[in-house]
Every structure is written in C-alpha cells, then in structure tokens.
C-alpha cells in the first residue's frame, strides 16, 4: 500500500531533551515536506526537500532541522524542544512540489507535547 | 503565506442534505485541490482540478472553479455521518511552488 509513516503518533518530552520524529515514504516521491497544525493558524510548512541531499526552510524554519540522505525517509529534528514547539505535526511526500500530478500524500501526524 | 481562504468556517448539516464549502484564493493558480482531514488524522487527498477547468466529479463530490472570480466550491451530496471531517482547498502555482492550504472547513453531519 502506498503511503507516509510517521512515527511515533504521540509523544511527551521535556524541554530541551532532543528528539527525532521519523518519516518514511514507499512511493519513490522526490518532494517531501514537514507541516505543524495548530488550531486557528493551518498548515505551515516547517522544511522541505525537492531530492536526496536537497532541503530547503519553508515559513516556520526555526528550532527544527531535516535530513534527506535517502530517497524515502525525511525525519524531523528538534535538537532542543521548547513549549512552543507543541503542536500536530505532518509529513507529506509527493511526486513534484507542485503536486500536479496526484496531490500530496500525508503521514498520520504526530502529536508532540513539550513540558 | 495564505492562499486560500474556505468559507464557511464551520457548517452543521443532517444526514443526507447536501454541503457545500467554498474557496477563495488572490493570485493567478494553475490548479487548485481539495483535501479531508479526520480529527487529528492526516489529509487525504480528494479531488484536484486545473485551471483550464470549470467542473470536476468524484463519486458524491463536485467541485467547481471559477478562475475570474478566484473561487472554488466543493459540493457533497446527500451527507453521511462519516463525511464528518474538516476540508481543506489547497492552490498550487507555477512550477518550482509548493501547494498553499488554507485552513479549513469543518464540517459535521448528524444522523
């Protein structure tokens, strides 16, 4: 079955205790693209990668960085949560940025929390 | 950066009524999609019409684009309890952009 797993769905931390949230897609999609939800505020992009080594920020960049040294996995990195930073957060993957072809495909979410 | 602006908010409907939700967007789109998102789930994709488009079917859903007024509407009918879910339009531009989403219309449907 074609689709993005995150893991894990729910996860509690304390502040500035480093953490990774993992990102996984089975399409062979080149863009992948991380998203925080928050209520009354949407969708924001956090970092994008168009390809393998190639990532760049999207609107909310700060205290969160990317890799992408393989095709399929994109994981989010908070090197030093903080409260703010509480929030569902989205992988989506799809075959260009543009999602022309057949939209973006999003993981399940993952719900942080920062004490 | 916001595109898209769904209009209602909110919307309460009864099972088997038809809902409708609208997009309004500011700039020039190449092709605009709409999207359901279960509580605390992640979005799925629906349906995606281009801008040389006017009307696009899927099942139960319609959605419509109207280029010179900036505006889309999603239309499902005859609602069932499991349409219950916030829906989101999303605009993508020229290539080299990713797609902008607005933030949603929730909707729900009682039986």
């Known amino acids: 079955e074609a689709q993005v797993t995150q893991n894990p769905r729910y996860l509690i931390t304390v502040t500035g205790k480093k953490l990774t949230v993992t990102c996984s897609q089975n399409m062979n999609h080149e863009y992948m693209s991380w998203y925080r939800q928050d209520p009354g505020l949407g969708l924001r992009q956090i970092y994008y990668?168009?390809?393998?080594?190639?990532?760049d920020k999207g609107d909310v960049p700060e205290g969160y960085k990317v890799s992408r040294k393989e095709k399929r996995n994109f994981p989010l990195i908070l090197e030093s949560p903080s409260p703010n930073q509480t929030s569902l957060y989205f992988c989506a993957s799809s075959l260009e940025k543009t999602g022309t072809s057949y939209g973006y495909t999003f993981g399940s979410g993952t719900r942080l929390t920062v004490v | 950066s916001q595109q898209g602006e769904e209009d209602p908010q909110a919307l309460s409907i009864q099972e088997g009524e038809n809902a409708t939700m609208n997009c309004s967007y500011k700039?020039?789109?190449?092709?605009l999609q709409w999207y359901r998102q279960n509580s605390g789930r992640g979005l799925v994709h629906l349906i995606l019409i281009r801008s040389n488009e006017r009307e696009k079917h899927s099942g139960r859903l319609r959605v419509t684009l109207d280029t010179s007024k900036k505006s889309s509407s999603l239309l499902i009918t005859a609602s069932r309890a499991a349409d219950t879910a916030s829906y989101f339009c999303?605009?993508?531009?020229?290539?080299?952009?990713?797609?902008?989403f607005g933030k949603g219309t929730t909707l729900s449907v009682s039986s």
């Open positions: 700039t020039s789109i190449n092709n």
């Open positions: 990668s168009m390809n393998v080594e190639v990532t």
């Open positions: 999303a605009t993508g531009k020229e290539a080299g952009t990713a797609l902008i």
